[in-house]
């Protein structure tokens, strides 16, 4: 699925619904931010890949924008990247 946003191209790609249990107003700010960064930072697009397996589920956060310069102190290599991963346990299926 794609979609535009302020001329930046989001590309979002997910094989199925993923559930996790998660705070939903947590995870849903944590999203916000990280998509708003994105998509302001981003010279042209954005990508989204939400990937689900039974031990965990991943939401990747990639855009094309300049990252952090590599001389920031603290900054792991991979935010030099444009990034971003949410990493969560799966919903557990015997509540």
Do not use: K
Request: with cysteine; proline share 5%; net charge negative.
């Amino acid at each position: 699925m794609a979609a535009c946003s302020n001329g930046v191209e989001i590309e979002i790609t997910a094989a199925g619904p993923a559930v996790v249990e998660a705070d939903p107003l947590g995870l849903d700010q944590a999203l916000f931010n990280l998509l708003d960064n994105a998509i302001r930072y981003a010279d042209q697009r954005v990508e989204v890949v939400v990937t689900d397996s039974v031990q965990r589920m991943e939401i990747l956060v990639r855009d094309d924008g300049p990252g952090f310069p590599r001389s920031c102190e603290g900054v792991r290599s991979t935010a030099s990247s444009g990034l971003t991963a949410i990493a969560a346990e799966p919903a557990s299926d015997s509540q």
